[in-house]
């Protein structure tokens, strides 16, 4: 732990934070102190505890201990409108945007200096008058859910500015964006550090912290494990102070050996929920040992090119085969029983059912057929013996069997998950989003399984919006941009900007 | 059209509004309280709480007025009861609200036993509004016969809808309201306190179905009986999905509701209809509300669910401020 | 010091099970407080309910045929809630079957139908008179997302109507609210026939229903415990989106729950006409329907907990029978009903004093478990 120089005139300082929930300490005396004007980045992975400090800072939650100092003035936040009035103003991951509700609604949503009856008029034209001042152009009469990603993004900032917010707290931003959006972002945040706001910018990549921030703070488990000037360090070292431990950048894996198409996908065309286009005229092979990965924005028909291989939604016209017979608009089943396997994107919504045993969640796939299934029964006890193989076997910690999946850690659900889904030796894996959201060991856990799985011949789609994963796992990527596949290219660090042009939209020829 | 014929048609439509007008203020009570994304199913519970505790206080004070405002506060303090389970327990909004019905039927059972008999209570007053008549051409032939003379709880229907619907849409605090049913989470990161505004919807709500059961009790059906709203609390829940969460669209389907219901009465001064008057058979035509509820549903559920429109995002969720996940 | 309320991971089985005796125990205390408004001594009041419910020469044959109705519906409803199905149109059901058992006694079978084929027959018609009528809100969900909570109850104010068109109309007896009588082959056997073999039996008008319901309960039980059905409402019920992932028709069982719902509840009407009343007449049941949907709530859905809790409801509608005003019984359900949701919720949290000094120390022992 660092000591803070309290002489120094620091914009923000927090100082012995700790936040507690039940079974976890997500903040252990955490020490935080910003100057003026700097992009400052919180490094650390995911349950490290960056946005439990972050929520603490914004006024969502109250520390058990510790202080806040502003400007060197101590402050106490019950509520996020203390926070707000205290000039701190959060980005968060999730953006918290209204989704039913204009630009202009959303910026003035918790202002109490506006008239009680709405002057439309006069609140579009204030708004559009920040928004050419910062450069951050948006359209104030739109509705938020008719905005791209990266349009929401400026709103959120825009909205920040709006309140007056002096510290921008931007939660993971890039996660959502392509590499050229990125690029735009970053101008953006150095604009308005150069103009004296200070930026906290929370992340775990690496490369992203090297390029932006000015100071890093390390967090790692609840603790800092250091404070470092991103002048004088490299990746490796903000790598170990993460993790604890060397990390390796890339799955070894050896070379592809694809065999024979398992899963054909001609001409397929969906619609989303809203009964919109999903996917476009889609055809795609994946054979036997190899992994394709699918690269894109979120949003542009991922899960629903998932959900309708797995016959969870309707193909408007198109045709899926698997090992050649046609499961197209057939029952879920049919694409269990020739087995598909799916790991879903929504591992607590799709993929799990929270109340119910993990031998009970084991089974949600295999309990039509023997040995599990007994006529018109259930064997319990088969079930039984074979989860508690399955959680050893897929290393899933927990107190027993007999434990309601809800408990599980995010890491351990999708072992649960892997488990049930691999453990039938699928002939095709529609994974989608495979480590979001897992910490780096739990992340190699994931990627070593697919990998094994792609060796024993099984034809793997790996839905993915993080390029790095994509880069080190698949064996050709495919881009997918508003429902189409829009180019392929094969998974080489240097492509890396065609491969961000194409989820904006732009056709190229990769390797031309 | 021949005279009766036009008679005919302005008594259905005048006893349309009349008979509406509580099932408006239930319908666009559960609306408001729904758009602050929690669904109290409890509506039949707190109109019959409403329309019992107006009849009795105003019998005991000879007030109406003061019936009205008993029944509200009746109502109000029942929806707090789901307020606590469904915001700050955060139970399961449906169980707390069929419990709240069936509270409702039956302590308004237990505490209406002595009234049920009481034909006399002060009732809410009738406004007469003559100068309709002089307005020129439709004066005398429409408005004079259809709103000259009218009980007051419909000239405030009248009032509350464009009131409530301005109220959301244009207003300050209505944008919160909004909010804090589509994203609660947006709404608390930018300083608004998401569960006392629920409360205070759920509240407002309660009242509004109370006002409901006074004017039931009060002015269009001036007595108690036990279960005297046959309904109604559940069908305003209906309502509410087929009006889209609008409320001129619930005063539409209120106001048809309220027709289709005296329908069986309304017909039997029609002499060529020959099963009207044969009270048997009258009871199909009695069926009519019913089904029309569910027919509503059937067109406005599918529309609804297909679009993703209408629906505050949060309905029936919870807010639980910082809820880990994906 | 300050007020921690904190979520409890796990609730212990027995702590639900306090809460639940906790809960009645309010419900009754609270109940006590109207009824001391309404005018009545809580205490004389309750004392002569239970008396006359439980502790009567009378009481358990009595009890048991207000028990019947409530526990075949009750279990018609466990069927639903199940899969978080909100069927609250039993009552429609009962009284749908109700009419389609009374159908086939007066109309369809000969009187002179031995007494086996005529029940048989008066059951099937019963169970597939509810069953089609909950299957009606059981297509609409399935088929139109209508919601089944609105539909299922304007379904059963249409049947109340539907069933008063019948006993006013084609099948009035003298243009009074009932039919005739149904003949003798048309009787469910009750203790009474008995009383030549069992002469204690004198009076006792508890009938076979019960006994069916029983049966019911029990196959119930083991459906839900041991087979794929059981567990794929199981599964619907806690996660639809994982059932659907997991390959379950979510349609077909919505409108499989409601027919078997439904049918459960038409069982509970051609019950109570084959075995109480002897015809189809107006109000002939006291709002079974609504009743069993709390005494499903209250047995947490499990089949065989529905028995017991079907007993004691029944013993308090014979309780409420004895005093006025009549809507007691009703007006104790729902107290109940509330006070058990809040137990269940209250003990999913648990509520600590803690001093703001002991904060970090306690912090400190936590151990951070990470994925």
Known sequence: MTQLDTNQPYALVMRGIVKRFPGVLANDHVDLALYPGEVHALLGENGAGKSTLMNILSGLYRPDAGQIIINGEPVTFNSPRDAIRRGIGMVHQHFMLVPTLTVAENLILGQDDIGFILDYTALEAKVAELSQKFGLAVDPHAKIWQLSVGEQQRVEILKMLYHGAKILIMDEPTAVLTPQEVEELFKTLREMAAVGHTIIFISHKLDEVLEIADRVTVLRRGKVTAVVDTAHTTKAELARLMVGREVLFRVEKKPANPGNPILEIQNLNAKNDRGLPALRNLSLTVRSGEIVGVAGVAGNGQVELAEVITGLRPAESGKILVHGQDITNKPATAAIDRGVAHIPADRTGVGSAPNLYLDENLIMKSYRHPPISKGWAINLSEAFRQAVQLIKRFDVKTPDVKTPARLLSGGNLQKLILARELSREPEAIIAVYPSRGLDAGATEAVHRRLIDERDRGSAILLISEDLDELLSLADRIVVLYEGQIIGEVPPKDELVDEIGLMMAGTKIQAGD | ?326 | MRIKIEPRLIVPKWMSFLGLIAAILAALFFGGFLLSYGGLNPLVAYRQMFTDAFLRSYSPSDTLVKATPLLLAGLGVTVAFRMKLWNIGAEGQLLIGAWAASGVALFVMPPETPRPIMLLAMGVAGFLGGALWGLIPGILKAKLQVNEIISSLMLTYVAILFNNFFIYGPWSAGGFGLTRSFPRTGWFPRLLDFVDFVPAFRGMTAHIGFLIGLVAAVILAVLFRRSKWGYELKLIGDNPRAAEYAGVNLARHIMLAMFISGGLAGLAGMSEVAGVVHRLQENFSPGYGFTAIIVAWLARLNPLAVVLVAYLFGGLLVGGDSIQPAGIPLMIQGIIMFCVISADLLTRYRIRLVRPKSQELEALDTEVTAG
């Open chain 2, 1 to 326: 059209m021949d005279g009766t014929t036009l008679i005919f048609i302005f008594n259905i439509v005048s006893a349309g509004l009349r008979t509406g007008t509580p099932l408006l203020f239930a319908t666009i009570g559960e609306l408001i309280t729904e758009r602050a994304g929690v669904l109290n199913l409890g509506v039949e519970g707190m109109m019959l709480a409403g329309a019992l505790a107006g009849f009795a206080v105003s019998f005991s004070t000879g007030n109406p007025w003061l019936g009205v405002a008993a029944g509200m506060l009746a109502a109000g303090v029942l929806s707090l009861l789901h307020g606590l389970v469904a915001i700050s327990l955060r139970g399961d909004q449906v169980v707390s609200g069929l419990a709240l019905a069936f509270v409702g039927r039956g302590l308004t059972a237990v505490l209406g036993a002595r009234y049920v008999q009481i034909r006399d209570v002060p009732r809410l007053p009738n406004i007469e509004m003559p100068f309709l008549n002089d307005i020129p051409l439709i004066g005398p032939t429409i408005l004079g016969p259809l709103f000259g003379r009218q009980n007051i709880v419909l000239y405030l229907g009248f009032l509350l809808v464009p009131l409530v619907w301005f109220f959301i849409n244009r207003t300050r605090a209505g944008l919160n309201l909004r909010a804090i049913g589509e994203y609660p989470a947006a709404a608390d990161a930018a300083g608004i306190n998401v569960v006392r505004l629920r409360y205070f919807y759920v509240f407002v709500g309660g009242m509004l179905a109370g006002l409901a059961g006074a004017s039931l009790s009060l002015a269009v059906t001036p007595l108690w009986i036990e279960d005297m709203t046959a309904g109604q609390g559940w069908i305003a829940v209906g309502l509410v999905i087929f009006a889209g969460w609008d409320p001129w669209r619930a005063a539409l389907g209120s106001y048809i509701f309220g027709a289709l219901r005296r329908l069986p009465l309304d017909l039997q001064s029609v002499s060529w209809l020959p099963f009207a008057s044969n009270p048997i058979l009258g009871t199909w035509l009695s069926m009519i509300p019913y089904l029309f509820t569910i027919v509503a549903l059937m067109f406005s559920s599918r529309e609804a669910a297909r679009k993703r429109l209408g629906a505050p995002a949060a309905l029936g969720v919870p807010y639980v401020r910082g809820e880990r996940g994906l």
